[in-house]
């Protein structure tokens, strides 16, 4: 399913993101698909660590609580890596880089909207 995260302002924090909510797609995550681009991501729920195995591209991991606020940014994971924060259910997958760019960062609040239909369909 895709998803749009938002920050609580309006901003856009990723506008392409797939969400990964049952054992088969978080079990997935990354894996086999392109490096991220500029506004995609993949949010994992619940979760509250990555790891980066066999994965081939460095990405920032954002660990969000239940509210959906922002506890903590892993920035640039390379592979063979891991990263975890305690009090996160979610963790959001961006390119590396791409959560200073969109000013996400501790402490910050966003949400879930549905995407655009037709948006990267």
């Known amino acids: 399913m895709r998803i749009t995260l938002e920050h609580a302002d309006g901003r ?9 909510d049952t054992f088969l797609t978080r079990l997935r995550g990354l894996l086999g698909r392109p490096a991220l681009g500029e506004g995609e991501g993949l949010l994992i729920r619940p979760a509250n660590s990555i790891h980066t195995w066999f994965m081939r591209s460095v990405i920032d991991a954002v660990f969000l ?11 640039d994971v390379k592979p063979w890596r891991f990263a975890g924060r305690r009090g996160s259910k979610f963790v959001l997958e961006v390119a590396a880089g791409e959560s200073s760019r969109r000013g996400i960062e501790r402490g910050s609040r966003l949400r879930i909207t549905p995407a655009e239909q037709g948006a990267g369909s």
Request: glycine share 4%.
């Open 12 to 20: 856009p924090a990723c506008e392409r993101c797939l969400l990964a």
């Open 65 to 75: 609580d239940r509210d959906l606020v922002v506890v903590g940014v892993a920035a």
